[in-house]
């Protein structure tokens, strides 16, 4: 039991997935489900990374675009895209991306902190990056990449959006 | 006493019935102003006043009970027709009933409610020496209680708290027409028999067996569950008259056994003295969650009701009659109709008579009319009248800002009204309907009404139109001035209202639970203000759209009419597209640019508007298909998401699809917005 303790501090549960040709991982303990594309309501008037909202059984659920939330090139859905359905302080939000691989266990020793320069996605949305067969995998700082700057830009939205 | 034991338990019990208990004294004082001979009235207040009293002492809130039992002694009085009730007396009692109520709400604050009562005590105890009647006690000296424990018992009780039981002296009266009455009391063991022990009654077992016992029946039971699970059980069984749940605390056992059982028989005797007392109902308490989750759930049986009937037309097209798409047919239609019983009664379950928020307005008015130095006759009618629990906590604030402008603005003083020819005293009703889908409250005043010209003069030096714009206005449109943000009507700022917040506030707070209000005044013959209120805000009727390919709902009540408009009608006045309509202009927009959704851009030779109205202005939006009326389930768009103008929320639709709530309010004030944004550049 205590042995079994040891273990799982030292080492971090990730669900992996890809976004743009590169890995990243996130926190299994905040992902909720992982879902094929479906169709997605459109809200006006939000942030462009806010796809809309889907019909979880019943619930309404936001999706954001991580693509656009990290801007990146935007790119045709294919059979192999997902939304991963995550709950972050209590707030549940679906992600798209491009396809989901595997749940892994990465010891903590091979994560480092974010390093100060990153091509590609802002060092402010990593929470550090991890080795894992001759891999580099990008570990996304959640509560991050769902709200910092959402309310500026949720403000922007009003500002710019809408009625022309 | 109360630091030998923790009381907190029952902290929550005690202030729920003594809000209660409050609001009944409070109910019934103002009745009795009204009607000082009235011995029922007295008796009310009385038996609440016992009430607090009882539960305060239990508590250890000895200011409160010590004030309670003064009011009592003044009651008692009353009651046997040695003093006389006076509008002082009446001044007195619900300076006591505010004091109690200060308690309360400091006791609810976690502080000992302690209050310095001196003063009103001291007033108390000189109208008691004026009436020159010895003070009669009103609590009988303790009758030896039946439920003594011996020493065997208390340590039954003792080891069962040491394992974390608690014991409750429970105190049953069966129905008077209750025919088997051992039959009763066999029930009643049986089922608390599931939730704990019975350690001890009163009658013993083997006389009440044998029937050899009144109506009362009392015991020991010592339970892992709390109070209200008990009183459930009990509850939950017929020709039951009354039931005592009192916890039994050991530490303190004699003194607390027995000052239950006082208690227990006061209660008794009270409910002799007054038949009229309310039979505790075969009713359950129920968190408010529950109703919603239970909402909820229904709300998603809805949206399969509407799939299954769509599955349904679909077959039906595909194969014709045949036998099965027919059994189906009867399936679907079937839980159609259980499915909307279903939803019918749970929302009944959520429903709360107005009388909730009507009951505290008789007092309000009084005082108000009194500091005001104004005769008014409160007339409310409709108490009964049921709402949805989310609709009734958003009403009371509007309400409130109409009676008081009423008071204060709209009746005259005394002398003003016979001056004018009118009866002395002002009238105020407050009246509640139930109308088809809606629910109607009209306030209404005899006073003065209210002069369009001078709301025009007051909007004009408030800044808030131009000169202009008030030469245009007709009398209906300068009467909607008063709900515009920063107006006014009071010539002078009284203490009341006229602090330069007032009917905006109304009207906005009334919008927000998708309601409306109108304004009909005759100038020297008084005011009417007409709020409609939907029933509910968890589902509403609306009216389904398609815009491209996006779905959108009109919540039916904002829609006025649906209009069929060819190209060659529409005008363009100043870049804005309008259109006439009997001999009215009316203002178009396209639903998609509203919104931000880039639009096809074509305009097809015809297509239908919707025309909404909101604060007695309509606007037409175009769309590009109707699909038709439905009843839909509002669900929020979530945290994350939040509040976006012009969007109330979202539905689930047969289909599986989401669609999007219109919130009409914002979108035409986006719209207009825009017009005048256009307009001025």
């Keep these: 039991m205590a042995a079994q303790k040891n273990k799982s501090s030292s080492e971090q549960q990730l669900v992996v997935f890809h976004l743009a040709g590169e890995t990243y991982g996130i926190d299994i303990s905040s992902v909720h489900e992982i879902i094929r594309m479906q169709t997605i309501t459109e809200v006006p008037r939000t942030p462009d990374f806010v796809e809309g909202v889907i019909n979880l059984r019943g619930r309404i659920v936001p999706v954001i675009d991580l693509r656009k939330r990290f801007g990146l090139r935007l790119e045709e859905q294919t059979a192999n895209s997902r939304i991963i359905v995550v709950e972050v302080n209590g707030v549940t939000v679906g992600m798209t991306v491009d396809a989901v691989s595997e749940v892994l266990r990465l010891p903590e020793a091979n994560i480092e902190p974010p390093p100060a320069m990153f091509s590609g996605v802002d060092v402010s949305y990593l929470k550090g990056v991890g080795k894992w067969q001759e891999k580099l995998i990008i570990l996304l700082n959640l509560d991050k990449v769902l709200y910092a700057d959402q309310q500026r830009a949720l403000k922007d939205s009003f500002k710019t959006g809408g009625l022309a | 006493m109360t630091s030998q034991f923790d009381m907190t338990q029952y902290l929550g019990v005690f202030l729920d019935e003594a ?45 409160m009970a010590s004030l309670t039992h003064d009011m009592e002694n003044i009651l008692d009085k009353l009651r046997r027709k040695e003093m006389t009730v006076t509008r002082e007396v009446v001044n007195v009692l619900l300076a006591c009933l505010d004091h109690l109520q200060a308690m309360k709400t400091e006791i609810a604050a976690g502080k000992d409610g302690r209050g310095n009562i001196l003063s009103l005590s001291g007033k108390l105890q000189q109208m008691l020496a004026a009436g020159d009647v010895p003070v009669q006690q009103t609590v009988q000296p303790a009758e030896k209680s039946g439920l003594d424990l011996n020493e065997i018992e208390e340590n039954v009780v003792r080891a069962a708290q040491v394992k974390g039981y608690r014991t409750y002296h429970v105190a049953v009266t069966l129905d008077r ?134 599955v349904g037309a679909y077959l039906r097209n595909r194969l014709g009659s045949e036998e099965l798409v027919e059994t189906l047919d009867e399936v679907s239609v079937h839980i159609g109709r259980i499915t909307s019983d279903l939803q019918e009664e749970i929302m009944k379950a959520r429903m709360f008579p107005i009388e909730q928020v009507f009951n505290r307005f008789p007092r309000m008015v009084r005082d108000l009319a009194q500091k005001a130095g104004k005769e008014v006759e409160f007339i409310v009618e409709g108490r009964e009248t049921e709402l949805d629990r989310t609709v009734i906590e958003e009403i009371g604030d509007p309400l409130i800002h109409l009676l008081r402008n009423a008071i204060d603005h709209g009746i005259e003083t005394s002398e003003e009204r016979l001056k004018a020819g009118k009866p002395r005293v002002g009238m105020v009703k407050l009246m509640a309907i139930h109308q088809e889908n809606q629910i109607v409250i009209t306030v209404e005043d005899d006073g003065r009404g209210i002069n369009p010209e001078s709301v025009k003069k007051k909007a004009l030096a408030n800044g808030l139109i131009s000169r202009e714009t008030a030469a245009g206005l007709n009398e209906r449109e300068a009467l909607d001035l008063i709900f515009l943000p920063g107006f006014s009507t009071a010539q002078v700022v009284s203490s009341v209202s006229g602090r330069g917040v007032g009917m905006d506030i109304v009207r906005s707070h009334i919008e927000r639970i998708n309601g409306t209000v109108e304004i009909d005044t005759e100038v020297g013959r008084g005011t009417l203000f007409t709020i409609k209120l939907p029933l509910t805000l968890a589902i509403s009727r609306s009216l389904l759209v398609y815009v491209g390919e996006r779905v959108f709902a009109f919540p039916l009540a904002n829609v006025v009419e649906i209009l069929e408009i060819a190209r060659e009608s529409l005008q363009r006045v100043q870049r804005r597209y309008v259109t006439l309509v009997r001999g009215e202009v009316l203002p178009l927009f396209r639903l998609d640019k509203v919104l931000g959704f880039r639009g096809t851009g074509e305009t097809p030779e015809k297509f239908p508007v919707v025309v909404v109205s909101f604060s007695d202005r309509r606007l037409g939006f175009i769309v590009d298909t109707l699909i038709g009326e439905q009843e839909i389930v509002i669900k929020s768009l979530g945290d994350y998401i939040g509040q976006i103008p012009g969007l109330a929320g979202a539905t689930i639709m047969g289909d599986g699809r989401v669609a999007l709530i219109l919130d009409v309010r914002g979108l035409v004030g986006k719209a207009a917005g825009k017009a005048n944004n256009e307009l001025a550049s």
């Excluded at chain 2, 038996?47 to 305060?56: D, F, P, W």
């Excluded at chain 2, 109506?215 to 699970?229: A, F, S």
């Design chain 2, 177 to 310: 027409g209750c025919i088997m009455k051992a039959a009763r009391a066999y029930i009643i063991f049986n089922n608390l028999k599931d939730a704990g022990e019975i350690i001890k009654t009163v009658p013993s077992t083997e006389d009440i067996e044998a029937e050899r016992f009144d109506y009362h029946i009392q015991m020991l039971l010592v339970t892992k569950e709390d109070m209200d699970i008990i009183k459930n059980i009990l509850n939950a069984i017929s020709e039951i008259e009354s039931i005592k749940v009192i916890p039994v605390e050991l530490e303190d056992n004699g003194p607390a056994m027995e000052q239950a059982v006082v208690q227990e028989q006061q209660v008794e005797q009270k409910a002799e003295l007054a038949l009229s007392e309310k039979k505790l109902g075969q009713t359950v308490r129920v968190d408010v969650q529950r109703l919603e989750n239970l909402m909820n759930l229904v709300g998603e049986l809805v949206i399969d009701r509407g799939r299954l009937a769509q």
């Design chain 2, 19 to 63: 809000e209660e208990q409050l609001r009944e004294m409070d109910q019934a004082i103002i009745l009795l102003e009204q009607d000082p001979g009235d011995i029922n009235l007295l008796n009310r207040i009385f038996r609440a006043a016992h009430t607090i009293k009882g539960a305060a002492a239990t508590m250890g809130f000895e200011s």
